[in-house]
């Protein structure tokens, strides 16, 4: 979708912007002030002469104001680590060639990819050192026939969509960083966006992957075979594990035939029964061709039309729908949109409709769904939910939000991906109040555990989140995910300080 | 599919006889005198009686000839345990005290979905209880607008998919035993079938699922949520680890909504070459709509129509493809198929074929692919090979076998999902013969292994492929898939023998 450009556009300017406002960004060490270093080496000459010596100088940084920054800072100016080194390997035997030193040497790594994580988990917390695998950016293999391509962790995912659709295949997942992110990253955080509904998540698609464990060992799980039952799939486990199992260095990914046509509808709706209604017959009526089902609620319509001045093809209501069909034959497709739409009108389903006649008028669509965040942003401060809940409790959160904040907050928004049932809910003010944050936390996240939702859909936990991981997972779940943390990475080198609550010896 | 059950009826008969047959089955630690009993516990009166407190009557099976035949020998009457109790417990509290029992007692367990397998995975091998989750069969939510079934482990696949037809549903997998197979079980083995080229794999439908450990831990990771990014994915260990790792007593399916037009194409083919080509413009000009492209080649062809009587549409050709497609619109459908069968008519790519007009005619095409099992084994001693290799690789395994066995067997032919790179190659003579085996084994694991294949791309490992994983797997990954098992179940009481060669302490 040339749509998402936009939106890629964006976290561009932000990321490029790091440099110049980095002295605005408080270090997470002191916003977080609870937080205790753990008990590694401290970066010595002795460290980076072995570095050096088996890198290249430019795959050793160490310039703190014009390397260093852009690398410890999140593009949202929330977090920011005190690194003093980023390490830029070129291959797979490099990254295990420095794990296996850290791992000896008791070195904390902060692996990192495009760094437009949202929960703080791509940049350092305390002075880890970056393990960023932006070097590895090869396109190894495409096989139109198979529909299999191999590549380094690194490739950002526009680059390899475009190399994709030369081949006539797509990529199976899309996301408004495509600009930015690298695959590894979306691998590793398990990254969903707006076609998980029709090509399903990366546990599917990941045919296989190649990761480094903390000791340097190298896990060849690079699997191109669609089926493969020869023991356990131990390729799942690095899959949203947000680097602290294992760096995923190389991925082979199912990629399904590139749809010839694309169509965008863009829906206004009087109430949520008719919302949960256009999703019914939407899935119906639309089936196999039906790619994404988006919902604006008028708060997220009026921001992203008023403070971005986009037009909308309709007028206000209290809810909008944008539908993406792809498919193969774009008179059926047509068709099929078509007599949806007719069909919606007609029982009043919805009370206003356009189809987009060109890519055009799909990207202006598109626009105002992934240009809310943008909008948002505008504001001041945004509080940022993204929770997954049963679908007919979808907007009700927004609900309870609102009715619980009053006039505390400028706005309390509700947008997102409706067919998966991943919310997300966002409330601004005008700068961070603490205030109001305890007004939200952890009240959201307890409404969201009692409907059995996730408090992270798909952005992880990364360090900002982590602290509420029970409020999805079960206690023996977490129980055990410290233990194959032990199991893998006993001296807690890789990513330390996320997803997990505490410290890991607790 | 309708046209599936006359396979699942042929599943159900080899069951029933199994009871009538069971003298005549070689016991497996006979046939695999290499293999050494661990070192579990005997059974003994204070065991059973244990049981028999915490069970009701029928709960608890001890009448070896009644009772227990059927469970201790697998369909295929090719491995038999010798195993003297059978435990059926109906709840996922009962699995866990069961468990805690034994884990502490010592005693070996091995779990039973529908006993549909192909590899002995799902019988004892000595005398290991056995615990089949058959009772636990309970569809427990259904719902239509989220997609999302929630159903005990228990439930035969056939029964799910009655009960998602009624609410517009499907199930994400199709394969010929499911008027037997439990979806527990196949959640277990990864059991892959003939909608993976459209729906994926477990690993991505599977939303939630509850696993009882070793330990009688119960891992509640039951969600529902299709995104859920809150630390490690712990419920993709258990989907294929084939019981080893614990017992999975229900899931949670993302289920797609039902297609209201099914048509099934066959063709008849020149080459191989054309069977590749037939499959690209398949997949490009069907593209949403495919729903299975499987390879039946000459060999199984004859065999399927002259044991079985079958009739073909389309005489004799070196190679056939069936093609199904699953879609909302049929009209739409059948235009998108017509044009297609017109232009590989046209352009030579196949040389003849034929389109089902209605059910009939689909189910009889589909009886042409799936009773070649029960053909194959009609010809005595059936050498079972179900591999994944490569698509361009696809059939030169079943040429380089022929040329390798020259006279020895009756038969050497190939067939299987070739949208999936996932052939079945068989092998048949008159009776079982060593010479043959000798020839066959371990040749065509290291051919795979060559083409990085997988030796068993659907049917898992158990018993009878264990000591070729590594043909597969890399050493890296078997080490720590035995560090995973450690973890999970120190004592080795869950499905021992299986999944890993030689015993686990070495």
Known sequence: MSSMNKLSATIRTFHSSAARFKKNVEFTAVRYPYLKRGNYSFLSDRHLGFFQSILSPH????????????????????????????????????????????????????????????????????????????????????????????????????????????????????????????????????????????YGNLHGSVLGLTAVLANGQI?????????????????????GSEGTLGVVTQVALHCPSKPTSVQVGFFGINSFDNVLETLRLSKQNLGEILSSCELIDASSWNCVTSLLKLKSPVNYFPFYILLETSGSNADHDAEKLNSLLEMLL??????????????????????????????????????????????????????????????????????????????????????????????????????????????????????????????????????WMRRMKKLFDPNNILNPYKIFPGTLNE
């Open 59 to 198: 795959q050793v940084l160490t310039d703190e104001f014009n390397d260093l920054s852009g690398y410890n800072v999140d593009w949202m100016h929330s977090v920011r680590g005190s690194s003093r080194l980023v390490l830029r390997p070129k291959t797979t035997e490099e990254v295990g060639a420095i794990l296996q030193y850290c791992n000896a040497q008791n070195i904390a790594v902060c692996p990192q990819g495009g760094n437009t994580g949202l929960v703080g988990g791509s940049v350092p917390v305390f002075d880890e050192v970056i393990m960023s695998l932006g070097l590895m950016d090869a396109v190894i293999s495409v096989d139109e026939l198979s529909g299999i391509a191999i590549v380094q962790a690194g490739c950002v995912l526009e680059k390899l969509e475009t190399i994709l659709h030369l081949n006539n295949l797509t990529l199976p997942l899309d996301l408004g960083a495509k600009g930015s992110c690298q695959i590894g990253g979306n691998v590793a955080t398990n990254a969903g966006g707006i076609r998980l509904l029709r």
């Open 219 to 239: 896990m060849d799980c690079l699997s191109t075979n669609k089926k493969d039952n020869t023991g356990y799939d131990l390729k799942q486990l690095f899959i």
């Open 346 to 479: 007609k029982n009043g389903t919805i009370v206003d409709g356009t189809i987009a006649v060109d890519s055009t008028q799909a990207t202006s669509l598109w626009a105002l769904r992934e240009r809310i965040a943008e909008a948002l942003a505008s504001e001041g401060y945004v509080y940022k939910y993204d929770v997954s809940v049963p679908i007919r409790q979808f907007y009700q959160l927004v609900d309870v939000m609102r009715a619980r904040l009053e006039k505390l907050p400028i706005r309390c928004c509700g947008y997102g991906h409706l067919g998966d049932g991943n919310l997300h809910l966002n409330i601004t003010s005008q700068e961070y109040s603490s205030e109001l944050l305890n007004k939200i936390e952890p009240f959201v996240y307890d409404w969201v555990s009692r409907q059995r939702g996730s408090v992270s859909a798909e952005h992880g936990l990364g360090l900002k989140k982590r602290d509420y991981i029970e409020y999805t997972k079960s206690p023996t779940s977490v129980h």
